[in-house]
């Protein structure tokens, strides 16, 4: 039962490895390769975390603020200044008009921008979910094969004894 539950947890190479060998050399091959999953462990930590900051850093660009177009001024009265006003007024109108044009393209620019940066954290989110579900899925494998590892133990050694 033991063999089976090693060949299915960590390949054949582990068991044909295991195969033969006295009981102390099998507990320094275990040991070594709980370090090697350890180190795979914090590996996997380490990315998820650079993969959390990294998606932090594109959910704070996404909001920059946006340049605000100041108030017309009011005309003031007085019938001699009116073709002074009406000049003043068509040379507001323009400016207003050239900032319109260059928000409008500059508002189309950051659409753009943020319609990427939303879509690549989503796909930070994804990956990230499906990283942590495969992570739960390596966690409960290694508690089931430690329960099955523990319950052999007892059962060869009240074998042993008897």
Not at 15 to 35: D, K, T
Not at 151 to 162: A, I, M, P, S
């Amino acid at each position: 039962m033991v063999k089976k539950v090693l060949i299915s947890a960590f390949g054949a190479a582990f068991a044909f490895e295991m195969q033969g060998r006295p009981p102390r050399h099998r507990s320094l091959i275990m040991a070594q390769q709980g370090a090697t999953l350890q180190n795979y462990n914090n590996e996997l930590v380490k990315c998820i975390e650079d993969l959390r900051e990294k998606r932090e850093e594109v959910r704070k660009a996404a909001h920059h603020p946006f340049c605000r177009v100041g108030r017309v001024s009011v005309l003031t009265a007085g019938f001699p200044q009116v073709n002074r006003q009406i000049l003043k007024d068509e040379e507001d109108k323009a400016k207003i008009q050239k900032d319109l044009s260059i928000l409008t393209d500059r508002l189309s620019r950051i659409n753009e921008s943020l319609s990427r940066r939303m879509q690549a954290r989503n796909e930070y989110d994804r990956t990230i979910q499906e990283t942590e579900a495969a992570y739960m899925k390596i966690l409960e494998s290694s508690q089931t094969l430690l329960h099955v590892l523990k319950r052999e133990t007892v059962n060869l050694t009240k074998k042993r004894q008897t």
